[in-house]
Every structure is written in C-alpha cells, then in structure tokens.
C-alpha cells in the first residue's frame, strides 16, 4: 500500500513562487518514475512534469517549462517536490503526484492576478 500527500499549496500573486511537496510512505519507491499533475476546474487532469526512477531525467509540459523544477528527495523516503516559479492565472488548478497507479488526494494551488 503506498499513501501520498501532497502539501505546499495556497494563494499567490501572479509572477510569485510556490514549492510543492508529496510525502510518499508505504512500499519502497525509489525504482519508479513519480510525476506532477494538474486539474483546473472543469479541465482533464494534464501532465505537469516528471522525473526518473534516479532522477537523472526530467519532464515538463510546454507550458511550464522554464518555470517549473521538478525534484526527489530519496533521503527522506522520496518525498517529490515541485518548485513553482512566475506563477500565472493558467497556474490554477489542484495539483497532484503520481507514482505507479497511486494518486495523492491533490492541493490547491491559486494564482490571482
């Protein structure tokens, strides 16, 4: 059984940061890929960004990329970050992390302009 939640989320000014983090427990994860992704309100959840088993690869959707740092922490039981950086009203949405079929329960992240 694996549990992830995701944190970090909240109200921002447009061109502001945010870092999201996902806490992953439960079965060892270090060998998956994990990912990013986003659901605004009435929009298919996209993908955002996501990273290797070793972190040695990245990847972003075109509308983050340059803006937006995928990260893992394999120390602390990889935890999945996900820096945010000149944040946009498009930026909106609930964001989750993936690992294999399991799905964190998402946070919220606005940006107001």
């Known amino acids: 059984q694996v549990q992830l939640v995701e944190s970090g989320g909240g109200l921002v000014q447009v061109g502001g940061s945010l870092m999201l983090s996902c806490a992953a427990s439960?079965?060892?994860?270090?060998?998956?890929?994990m990912g990013w992704f986003r659901q605004a309100p009435g929009k298919e959840r996209e993908f955002v960004a996501g990273?290797?088993?070793?972190?040695?690869?990245?990847?972003y959707a075109d509308s983050v990329t340059g803006r937006f740092t995928i990260s893992r922490d394999y120390a602390k039981k990889n935890t999945l970050y996900l820096q945010m950086n000149s944040l946009e009203p498009e930026d909106t949405a609930v964001y989750f992390c993936?690992?294999?079929?399991?799905w964190g329960q998402g946070t919220q992240v606005t940006v107001s302009s």
């Open positions: 993936k690992v294999v079929t399991y």
């Open positions: 439960g079965r060892t994860l270090s060998s998956y890929p």
């Open positions: 990273i290797s088993s070793t972190g040695g690869s990245t990847y």
